[in-house]
């Protein structure tokens, strides 16, 4: 059983690192981040039944914590420079170069 | 090892495997964000629950169910969070059979990409689909093709 767990588990790493290395779109990427995260918290419950021994589970709850700050921070950050997205048929007039961008970050709060 | 934490490990597991299925095979950002966020949250809570249920220790299952009400407070906002930045800072390419955005109708013009979302309006599409269920408000869907 334990096996079998680790087994599905692996399969959908597989798919979800083929999603993050493909994804059309940045926040696609973010969402295979935070899925990955998912499967690391569940490969570290298996490890934690087939040993017993519960060293890993408050890496677990610090891995869970820790994806959904990166998650967090990177949607604060995408709202304040969209820019940074790229993605082809929306970029408009808001897009700026990179190295202007890099500046803006503080002032183009566009909601305080 | 009872029959309780095999099932906790092969329905969670499962779960999992059904999230990245999804993400791999649903065509839009917000489905695949769908996928990931409620079918990844159940799995990976299942498999804590086989924890909590297995392995003694002081603690241990405290850890367990802590984690577990950490995922559910979270995976809902992190997933709106990423919806949210994505939309307004049009990342996001609907799917071409998707009826109904009103929240680009609730916005206002919908400048981003208006000429994506005339052409899903002049196409018709048959509201036989799955989606069709959504379309019911006929003020909203008689006003869009008006401006259009």
Redesign the interface.
């Given at each position: 059983?334990?096996t079998?767990?680790y087994i599905?588990?692996g399969?959908?790493?597989v798919?979800?690192t083929?999603?993050l290395l493909v994804g059309?779109?940045?926040?696609?990427r973010?969402?295979?981040l935070?899925?990955l995260s998912?499967?690391a918290?569940?490969v570290i419950?298996?490890y934690?039944?087939a040993t017993?021994s519960?060293v890993m589970?408050?890496a677990?709850?610090v891995l869970?914590?820790v994806?959904?700050l990166g998650?967090?921070a990177?949607?604060?950050f995408?709202?304040r420079n969209?820019s940074l997205?790229g993605?082809a048929?929306?970029v408009?007039s808001k897009a700026t170069p990179a190295s202007a961008s890099a500046e803006r970050v503080p002032a183009a709060s566009s909601e305080g | 090892?009872s029959i309780l934490?095999?099932a906790c490990?092969?329905i969670?597991?499962?779960f999992?495997?059904v999230?990245?299925?999804g993400?791999?095979r649903l065509p839009d950002?917000l489905m695949?964000?769908h996928a990931?966020?409620k079918a990844?949250?159940l799995?990976?809570g299942l498999?804590?629950a086989?924890?909590a249920f297995?392995?003694p220790?002081d603690?241990?299952a405290v850890?367990?169910v802590?984690?577990i009400v950490?995922?559910l407070l979270?995976?809902p906002?992190?997933?709106h969070?990423?919806a949210?930045?994505?939309y307004?800072?049009?990342?996001?390419?609907l799917w071409d059979k998707t009826h109904l955005d009103e929240l680009a109708e609730a916005i206002g013009s919908g400048e981003?990409?208006s000429a994506?979302r005339a052409a899903m309006n002049q196409g018709n599409p048959p509201r036989s689909s799955a989606r069709a269920s959504r379309v019911d408000p006929p003020g909203t869907n008689d006003a869009v093709p008006a401006d259009a």
């Open positions: 059983m334990i079998l767990a599905l588990l399969i959908s790493l798919l979800v083929g999603r059309p779109s940045l926040s696609d973010v969402v295979a935070d899925m998912f499967i918290v569940g419950a298996v934690t039944i017993g519960a589970l408050d677990a709850l869970a914590l994806a959904f998650t967090v990177f949607a604060r995408v709202e969209p997205l993605s048929e929306t408009e | 090892m934490v095999s490990l092969l969670g597991g499962g999992v495997l999230a990245a299925i993400l791999v950002l695949r964000m990931a966020t990844g949250t799995g990976a498999l804590l086989a924890v297995s392995v220790g603690g241990v850890k367990a802590a984690t950490f995922l979270t995976a906002i992190a997933s969070v990423i949210r930045s994505a307004y800072a049009g990342d996001i390419k981003q990409d994506h």
